[in-house]
């Protein structure tokens, strides 16, 4: 039997009931949910969810990402695949791409872990704005404060 210490007890596996955690506005017919963001290392985890045809616009990673696709389909306007239930695409550092979600009649949901930095870009490639594990943080805190709800601490280990 392996014995743990104190610190690494505090460092094991953690759960987190989705369930529990509020869908908040991202961009004109998305929503996340942040599952899971780690201060020490930016990487941050939240399910998407996006109505057919909304678009999140172009965006470049400075670390990798990686998404699984639970529901509908998606794309990315650059590349000539479509994403479906079961996909799983990794993105490397440095990728840029337009997410864009399929007509249909299903919304498209994803888990999606980022880790770094991800830059929004106009079409003439200036950045718009920059999210990180703590943008994000902040954007779930912003709406469980205008809802009157009480925040789960998704920074805690």
């Known amino acids: 039997m ?29 929503h996340m949910q ?51 239930p079961g996909s799983a695409i990794y993105e490397p550092a440095s990728s840029v791409h337009t997410f864009v979600a399929e007509p249909g009649d ?3 949901v994803l888990f999606i872990i980022v880790q770094g930095v991800l830059e929004f870009r106009d079409e003439q490639g200036n950045i718009i704005f920059i999210e990180t594990w703590e943008t994000m943080h902040n954007r779930y805190l912003e709406y469980c404060n205008q809802q009157g709800i009480e925040p789960i601490d998704v920074t805690a280990f």
């Open 34 to 84: 942040l599952v899971k963001a780690n201060p020490v290392t930016g990487e941050f985890m939240v399910m998407m969810r996006a109505k057919p045809d909304s678009s999140l616009g172009v965006h470049l990673h400075h670390g990798p990402v990686i998404a699984y696709t639970i529901q509908g389909h998606w794309r990315y306007t650059e590349h000539d695949w479509i994403a479906g």
């Open 106 to 108: 299903d919304d498209v």
């Open 2 to 30: 392996i014995m743990m210490s104190e610190q690494t007890k505090k460092l094991d596996a953690n759960h987190m009931d989705t369930n529990s955690l509020p869908w908040f506005p991202y961009a004109e017919g998305v």
